[in-house]
């Protein structure tokens, strides 16, 4: 899906970007001739390599650095060059790695794309690096009209509220949602769910260790999630709790959030009729639906994940982050909160701005959605790779079960763009190890769950082809060969 170098980004004609490239062929040259030049430069990557023994000494000096100033050591011994091609990425060591985790799924057109390149350096003329609240160049309209203009197509959101952090758009959300509801003072959120790592979001996630030490100030009720294995009864077990809670606490929720997708916790799916019986049971009650996008944003069948499952009717405020760049919290008309709830210094950098935008176009552009666009034969690509590697290996992939002893159909999960494998029967310290192995075979993954734990594979989607998972599972085959042998 790799653009050609010539693809433009089109900034728009009221800044002094579009103005100089329209105006001054000097400069749409150079910057013609500089994406050229990065794209010729990046074909030199063609699969994972292994580091050069002459610059890991200088790796691991940069490392030690970068541990000794942050007080704390890097989770991969990863220090990127900026060098790179689609989903491969050279690192200081001079080894090559297939990115499958994008930054926890932010570089949606991979390394050194040329429509991101070339965005980049567009908004690399502004007269600003980054942009905020109080004054804001003309940058930060384009992306906000071109999110809600999507997400209008099948919801009332009409309003983009932008920020730079996932959890400062889903800290916005809050504010919103309990704005609406009379500063209602409970949320409801699902098990295993994770939010950003602020003070508040890290209480509403369901992650013991993101909460340890922190003072406990925000109430939140947890429904279990969907579950594939009891299918439909898993969505009367979640109703019934939740009526439970809407008798135990009347009036006092200000949203129920939800992952359309679960990321850190599983890559869990879950049918429309899940969420729609408990949305129909919110709203019914006056509580606001909130849906947190940020890690589903662009990695489904359709760009918002609610489009995909047919929800748009029942969101009321939506928060997207990731890929897009910079971050937002959407929402309709009913939800507009009173000035001075929502503000901050900064909203984002020109550059994510152009980039943001340029990313979602190229997606949109490309293919990437529906049932069967890019994003849907990257998934069944990366199931089929699955099936191949259990047959070869059945020693490595025990029966996985949840924690209610449930055994999980198959060893691939997830939708589009979010890759679930479960080797090792979800064990976490095998889990832990094969990430490692793989990071040193030459692709780098993370783990995801709360017990079984699997592997995430998030491939930079506008530029993957799904013939790629083939070298990508010649690594995985080597990483699970070290780790059965190890045992
Ligand atoms: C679902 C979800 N919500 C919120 C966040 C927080 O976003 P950020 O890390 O940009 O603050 C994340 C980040 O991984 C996420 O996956």
Known sequence: MQGSARVATRPQDWTRTSSLISSDPAVADAIDTI?????????????????????????????????AIRGRGAFFPYLGTGRGRGALVELVDGSVKWDMISGIGVYMLGHAHPVAVRAALEAGLSDLCMQGNLQTNADALPISELLVREASRTSAIRHCFIT??????????????????????????????????????????????????????????????HDHATGARSTEVALRQLHELLHRYPRQHSCIVVEPVQGEGGFKTAPREFFAALFDACRAAGIPVWLDEIQTFGRTEALFAFDWLGLGSLVDVCTVGKMSQVCACLYTEAMAPKPGLMSGTFTASTSAFHVGRATVEHLLAGGAFGADGGNARIHAAFRAAVDRLVARHPAAFPPVRDS?????????????????????????????????????????????????????FMPPVGAFDPSEWLPVFACVERAIVRVISAA
């Open 35 to 67: 994406v050229a030049r990065v794209e010729a430069d990046s074909q030199s990557f063609a699969d994972a390599e292994p580091a050069d023994p002459s610059r890991i000494a200088e790796r691991d000096g940069l490392l030690e650095r970068f541990a």
């Open 404 to 456: 209610v002893g449930t055994e999980q159909a198959g060893f691939a999960g997830g939708v589009g763009g979010m890759c679930r494998l479960s080797p090792f029967g979800g064990e976490k310290s095998k889990v832990d190890a094969f990430v490692k192995a793989l990071f040193e075979e030459g692709v780098m993954t993370f783990a995801c769950g709360h017990g079984p734990y699997h592997v995430r």
């Open 164 to 225: 730079n952090s996932g959890c400062m758009a889903n800290e916005n959300a809050l504010k919103i949602c309990q704005q609406k509801t009379g500063a209602a003072p409970r949320v409801i959120a699902f098990r295993d769910c994770f939010m950003g790592r602020s003070t508040t979001m890290a209480q509403l996630g369901d992650g013991p260790a993101y909460r340890q030490g922190l003072v406990l100030s925000q109430q939140v009720d947890y429904l279990p999630f």
